[in-house]
């Protein structure tokens, strides 16, 4: 079975940083795209940084380039994604997706973690 776990998430002021964890099993991890995702309330789940196997297939939402920076420990079937210079609309319930293929769309992954809140005060 597929398990995804984000850990991480918490209140910070604008400005700040949070790292977040998304440690996963039931799958070949070191092969699959690992995909983060955001939602807030009424809207559909926005795409924030996808890794895929390598390090060169790494893409970023234009609203986070330059602040987020997603990598993957493969020995710890984590993939983490650093978030600095948060900003209040980055506030929303942050997922990780699993699959072998991804993408950059929400509709690219079959299995989801259950998310970790983010909330930027400012």
């Known amino acids: 079975e597929v398990t995804l776990v984000e850990s991480g998430g918490g209140v910070v002021q604008a400005g700040g940083s949070l790292r977040l964890s998304c440690t996963a099993s039931g799958f070949p991890f070191e092969r699959w795209a690992i995909g983060w995702f955001r939602q807030v309330p009424g809207k559909g789940r926005e795409g924030v940084s996808v890794i895929g196997e390598t390090d060169d297939s790494i893409w970023y939402g234009n609203s986070v380039k330059g602040r987020f920076t997603i990598s993957r420990d493969n020995a710890q079937n984590t993939v983490y994604l650093q978030m600095n210079n948060l900003k209040v609309e980055d506030t929303a319930v942050y997922l990780c997706?699993?699959?072998?293929?991804?993408?950059?769309?929400?509709?690219?992954?079959?299995?989801w973690g259950q998310g970790t809140q983010v909330t930027v005060s400012s």
């Open positions: 997706a699993a699959d072998l293929h991804g993408g950059s769309k929400s509709g690219q992954y079959k299995h």
